[in-house]
């Protein structure tokens, strides 16, 4: 079936386009244009770039139902493949790079576009970012059209629209914003809509490139979208009335409008005994706390404070830092980055390697470290717990954030001792409060107060109390259950 999109095609000259099109394919090796005559003797011509089309398709599509043709319309000997009519010499640019074979029909003077692109990818693998031990282990890929598959099997309503962009004038990348109509609020999907159209920018390789364009906030360490891989995490968030956008060539969907409470919550929480996901919950918050301020409340301690430490303790801290030569502060600077530079270093390394690395970073290292005078015994100790702390946080562009909130305390400790370090957290609470996802504020439920909400922010409550969406997203269905719809 041709799919017509201007009526006014036949105001062009098609037949000038081909000398246009073997312009365009000059100096590309891969591309191929190959003129094939059917039954009545009139000439078809083929354009395509044959590294990005599926070329067993093509001769089982194209080129054996042309042989085998003796009708007049092209049209009719492509079998099982999508065909839209071309519409312009740039549509048809377009079109060919983004895996369509060309086709030129001189007796109708006709171009046609069929979409035989090769579908490169890898296989539906679990999740590297996100795992979970009970839960499902597939995850999304690079291929667009395969992520959208798994978020329909999972929600089989006609109700899960999808709104298609392009961004880019060089990537040409394809951008898939998904919500569930009737649940979500409008207000969302029109401000979503409305910032991936004003984006303007000639490439995009990744969904992170598209959140720093169309977040409300731009110089904040604070993420305002939950980037996942996870399918059922994006189906829980449709659910709750959110809203996903994929973006092609990349694996990582992106989810808004979200809270800060969003970035500690895992997709298990959702599959654990109640008691047990809220206590996991709590360890989060309570690792989010100790990794940011156990460095600074060491060098506030060591270095304003020493007289509110316990005398055992306190001689500890002296016998470890008799033989050190630098202040508290250079030392837990040292430290931080020494074990920033491990952890960059152990992720992109190979897999086998980094396993040594960590070895070398954890062990040799820091020994090495404490014996030549660079770090003391304690500081070593509570890094260690500072840096398993990080790891408790599920999401990943948090803990990185999380770096930079350690350094800024970290230096107010040393000038201001522990009120440096109150004013600190007092100045990352105001930030927080101030900041906005998709227009929603970033500290609900806690500020503007949602009580219900609470059911599922530092705890997760029992599911079966989870009888509506959250409030602060203010969704059109408010409830879960069937028989409150009505």
């Given at each position: ?8 095609m036949?105001n062009?000259q ?27 003797g ?17 001769n089982?599509?194209?080129?054996q ?6 009708g ?14 071309v ?9 060919i ?25 890898r296989?539906v ?6 795992t ?19 978020l ?28 569930i ?13 409305e910032k ?17 364009f ?25 659910g ?10 990349s694996?990582f ?14 997709p ?14 709590l360890?989060?918050y ?48 040292f ?17 086998k390697?980094?396993?040594t ?10 020994q ?8 003391s ?9 500072s ?18 909130l ?37 500290l ?20 079966i109390?989870?009888?509506?969406r ?5 969704p059109?269905?408010k ?8």
């Amino acid at each position: 079936m041709v799919e017509k999109h201007d009526p006014q095609m036949k105001n062009h000259q098609m037949s000038t386009w081909l000398d246009d099109l073997k312009q365009k394919l000059n100096h590309m090796d891969d591309a191929e244009i190959i003129e094939h005559r059917i039954g009545t003797g009139a000439s078809v011509h083929l354009l395509f770039i044959k590294t990005l089309i599926d070329q067993e398709r093509l001769n089982e599509a194209i080129l054996q139902p042309l042989q085998r043709s003796a009708g007049h319309s092209v049209s009719s000997c492509i079998i099982n493949s999508k065909v839209s009519e071309v519409i312009s010499i740039e549509d048809a640019g377009q079109k060919i790079m983004q895996g369509f074979i060309l086709l030129y029909d001189s007796v109708n003077d006709q171009w046609l576009g069929v979409q035989l692109e090769n579908p490169l990818g890898r296989a539906v693998e679990p999740s590297q970012t996100e795992t979970v031990i009970y839960g499902a282990k597939d995850s999304f890929s690079e291929q667009i059209d395969k992520n959208i598959t798994m978020l329909r099997r999972r929600l089989p309503i006609t109700t899960l629209k999808t709104e298609s962009f392009t961004i880019g004038s060089l990537s040409k990348t394809k951008v898939v914003l998904m919500y569930i109509d009737g649940i979500i609020n409008p207000e969302f999907v029109s401000l979503a809509r409305e910032k991936i159209e004003s984006v303007d920018f000639d490439q995009f390789l990744d969904s992170a490139q598209l959140a720093a364009f169309i977040e409300d906030h731009n110089h904040t360490v604070f993420p305002q979208f939950l980037q996942t891989d996870r399918p059922d995490a994006c189906a829980y968030a449709l659910g709750e009335g959110k809203l996903t956008l994929l973006v092609s060539n990349s694996p990582f969907a992106l989810i808004c409008p979200i809270t800060l409470f969003h970035l500690f919550q895992s997709p298990e929480d959702y599959f654990l005994r109640w008691p047990v996901a809220s206590f996991l919950r709590l360890m989060r918050y309570g690792s989010f706390i100790i990794s940011l301020t156990m460095i600074p409340f060491y060098v506030a301690l060591t270095t304003f404070h020493y007289q509110m430490v316990p005398l055992p303790i306190l001689f500890v801290l002296l016998e470890s830092r008799s033989k050190l030569p630098f202040t508290p502060f250079v030392e837990g600077i040292f430290m931080i980055v020494t074990l920033e530079i491990i952890k960059e270093a152990s992720l992109r390394m190979p897999t086998k390697t980094s396993q040594t690395l960590g070895v070398i970073g954890g062990i040799v290292i820091g020994q090495a470290a404490v014996e030549a005078g660079f770090a003391s015994k304690v500081l070593i100790v509570l890094m260690g717990i500072s840096a398993i702390a990080f790891f408790l946080v599920p999401n990943y562009q948090m803990t990185k954030s999380m770096v930079l909130l350690q350094v800024l305390l970290l230096i107010l400790a040393s000038f201001l001792g522990l009120p440096g370090i109150v004013i600190g957290l007092i100045g990352i609470l105001a930030h927080i409060h101030a900041l906005t996802s998709l227009g929603q504020p970033y500290l609900a439920p806690l500020s503007p107060f949602y009580g219900k909400d609470w059911i599922d922010l530092f705890i997760r409550g029992p599911l079966i109390w989870m009888k509506t969406r959250p409030n602060n997203l203010k969704p059109l269905q408010k409830w879960r259950q069937e028989k409150m719809k009505k």
